[in-house]
């Protein structure tokens, strides 16, 4: 089943599909060759918008959850996946430790993590769950809502290495967002695999940066394409300085918002577009859909409500917003069930493995859906492990649809891949 597009605007949509799927040799060459020079995020997923006129990545995540939200029949391409990439960075591993975010009461989070277990462990490896909360100082089962349980072990460090009590992993695999700051436990560990690696989290990352990579990877798969990067890529400014609590810095957020607004306008005339543009301002680091707000006139700003100051000021681990990106907004024109939809793709190493449908029946098409809601409902691809379908009518076919999102979804993760590899702290540099 195709989502359905509700917007008289699909045609652009169905042509970039159609150029997409004449020009399939040329972009599986195109990311072959990009990845000769380049190294993959170990696993990443991409919120994915479709607004009928134009297709974008809104947000790229290193530390994905939710694979718990991957059907079945995905499970065999993440696992090969999952080979592939440990083939690659330590082929005779054997033990593989996996570091869970702290909030241990959030089940369904937890179902994600035994998800990852799973797959890892089809993948050839042995897989434990080492926590870093203090709270946990024993082996701890909790019992998911499915029915199954995971065992929560707590971690222990030698001088140069990480492990548990009766376990020395090879690899260590990441599943929480440092957002925080990287606590020294896990500083200094020279003898063992990290991944994702230490600057890849939210103390060091930054959105802008993300979309400032992205915009250089999208100009140039359009000028392979011949295709106007704009119609894949969000437009953004950022603002240093603020204090939503206080109130400092508001000018510069105005005056940004305002010159943003006027260039998505401009866009808008040129492909005679009759949208009304907005902006999202979101915090420029952290995660968990906290910190961001929606604003369609530089003017709202004024009259900003004390709830919403507040809201905006803090993000996950009670971290204070300092800086903000202000990104093009992108409508999300796709229903499922009569709600608002938007795809979530993932991948490991180079390997697009699946994705569902984030659904939040309560938002408009211009809002963010990533927010508590009684209607989260994930919708696995249907069909996504079929091959694309060339001759099919755009817009007509599941799997020409997902190989489109699986291409936007890869062009994020190679962003990332630059983004990382320019805030790498121990990059080895030529002069």
Not at 156 to 167: A, E, I, N, P
Not at 226 to 253: H, S, T, V
Not at 368 to 390: D, H, I, K, Y
Request: aromatic share 8%; charged share 25%.
């Amino acid at each position: 089943m195709v989502p359905h597009l509700v917007t008289a605007l699909s045609g652009p949509i169905n042509e970039l599909e159609q150029r997409i799927l004449e020009s399939m040799p040329a972009i599986e060459r195109w990311f072959r060759l990009e990845w000769m020079e380049h190294t993959p995020p170990f696993y990443c997923s991409v919120d994915v918008r479709n607004a009928g006129f134009k297709l974008a990545p809104v947000d790229t995540n290193l530390f994905p959850g939710g694979w718990n939200n991957l059907t079945p029949e995905m499970l065999p391409l993440a696992v090969q996946a999952a080979m592939a990439a440990i083939e690659k960075i330590c082929p005779e591993a054997r033990n593989l430790l996996v570091i869970p975010e702290n909030h241990t009461r959030n089940t369904f989070y937890l179902a994600n993590v035994l998800q990852l277990k799973r797959i890892f462990h089809m993948a050839g490896l042995n897989v434990r769950i080492g926590s870093i909360n203090s709270e946990i100082t024993e082996p701890t089962t909790i019992q998911l809502p499915t029915g199954e349980s995971i065992v929560l072990e707590p971690v222990v460090r030698s001088q140069y290495r990480l492990g548990l009590k009766d376990f020395d992993p090879c690899t260590i695999l990441l599943n929480n967002d440092l957002s925080a700051g990287p606590p020294g436990i896990l500083e200094d560990l020279h003898e063992q695999y990290l991944l994702p690696p230490l600057h890849a989290g939210w103390s060091v990352r930054r959105k802008s940066r993300h979309f400032q990579s992205y915009e250089e990877v999208a100009k140039r798969f359009g000028k392979m394409l011949g295709i106007d990067p704009w119609l894949i890529n969000p437009m953004f400014n950022k603002c240093g300085e603020i204090d939503f609590g206080e109130g400092a810095g508001m000018e510069c957020l105005t005056e940004n918002v305002d010159a943003l607004l006027s260039k998505i306008r401009r866009k808008y005339k040129d492909y005679g577009i009759n949208e009304k543009p907005f902006v999202i301002v979101k915090a420029d680091n952290g995660t968990y859909g906290m910190g961001i707000m929606t604003v369609r006139d530089a003017k709202d700003l004024e009259q900003l409500s004390r709830r919403t100051r507040n809201k905006m000021a803090v993000v996950k681990d009670g971290q204070a917003v300092t800086d903000v990106i202000i990104q093009e907004g992108v409508q999300t024109y796709e229903r499922m069930h009569d709600a608002v939809a938007e795809p979530v793709v993932y991948m490991m190493d180079r390997y697009v493995v699946g994705g569902f449908y984030r659904v939040h029946p309560e938002r408009g098409i211009d809002e963010n859906l990533n927010a508590p809601g009684a209607g989260f409902v994930p919708l696995a691809f249907a069909e996504s492990t079929r091959l694309p379908q060339p001759g099919e009518k755009p817009g007509a076919s599941a799997p020409n649809r997902f190989y489109m999102y699986g291409v936007i979804g890869r062009l994020a993760m190679l962003a990332a891949s630059y983004e990382l590899e320019a805030t790498d702290p121990e990059a080895e540099t030529y002069d």
